[in-house]
C-alpha cells in the first residue's frame, strides 16, 4: 500500500487548502482513512478518520472549518481546510488501515503513511 500527498502550502491565516492523498494498493473494501499532522516539537496528532461506509470524526480544534472526505472511484482521500490560522501550521500525513470502523486516532494503530506534506499559515 502505498498513499501519496499533496495540496500543501503556504497560506495567509483565514485562507483555504484542500489536501488529497491518493491510495496505491489497497484491494480491501472495509478500511478507516485519516489525516495526521504534527507541528515542530509536538506529537502527531489526529485531524480527521473516515470509515469506509463514510463515516467521518473530526478533532475538536479544527471542527467546523476542516472536512475530512474520499472520492472511491478516483482511490483518494480529501481534507479541505477552512479558516486557517498559523496554529493550524505542520506536517499533514495520511494515514490507512483495514477495518470496518475507526478507533480512536492514535498514530501507532495505523499502519499506513504517507510521506506527508507540509502546511503553512502565516499571521
Same mark, same amino acid.
Given at each position: 500500500?502505498?498513499? $501519496?500527498?499533496?495540496? +500543501? *502550502?503556504? $497560506?495567509?491565516?483565514?485562507?483555504?487548502?484542500?489536501?488529497?492523498?491518493?491510495? @496505491?494498493?489497497? /484491494?480491501?473494501?472495509?478500511?478507516?482513512? *485519516?489525516?495526521?499532522?504534527?507541528? #515542530?516539537?509536538?506529537?502527531?496528532?489526529?485531524?480527521?478518520?473516515?470509515?469506509?461506509? *463514510? /463515516?467521518?470524526? /473530526?478533532?475538536?480544534? $479544527?471542527?467546523?472549518? @476542516?472536512?475530512?472526505?474520499?472520492? =472511491?472511484?478516483? =482511490?483518494?482521500?480529501?481534507?479541505?481546510? =477552512?479558516?486557517?490560522? #498559523?496554529?493550524?501550521?505542520?506536517?499533514?500525513?495520511?494515514? *490507512?488501515?483495514?477495518?470496518? !470502523?475507526?478507533?480512536? #486516532? $492514535? #498514530?501507532?494503530? @495505523?499502519?499506513?503513511? +504517507?510521506?506527508?506534506?507540509?502546511?503553512?499559515? !502565516?499571521?
Amino acid at each position: 500500500v502505498q498513499l $501519496v500527498e499533496s495540496g +500543501g *502550502g503556504s $497560506v495567509q491565516s483565514g485562507g483555504s487548502l484542500r489536501l488529497s492523498c491518493a491510495v @496505491f494498493g489497497y /484491494t480491501y473494501s472495509s478500511y478507516c482513512m *485519516g489525516w495526521f499532522r504534527q507541528a #515542530p516539537g509536538k506529537d502527531r496528532e489526529g485531524v480527521a478518520t473516515i470509515e469506509s461506509d *463514510g /463515516t467521518t470524526s /473530526t478533532a475538536d480544534s $479544527v471542527k467546523g472549518r @476542516f472536512t475530512i472526505s474520499q472520492d =472511491n472511484a478516483k =482511490n483518494t482521500l480529501y481534507l479541505q481546510m =477552512n479558516s486557517l490560522k #498559523p496554529e493550524d501550521t505542520a506536517m499533514y500525513y495520511c494515514a *490507512g488501515r483495514y477495518g470496518s !470502523s475507526c478507533p480512536r #486516532p $492514535v #498514530p501507532a494503530l @495505523f499502519g499506513y503513511w +504517507g510521506q506527508g506534506t507540509q502546511v503553512t499559515v !502565516s499571521s
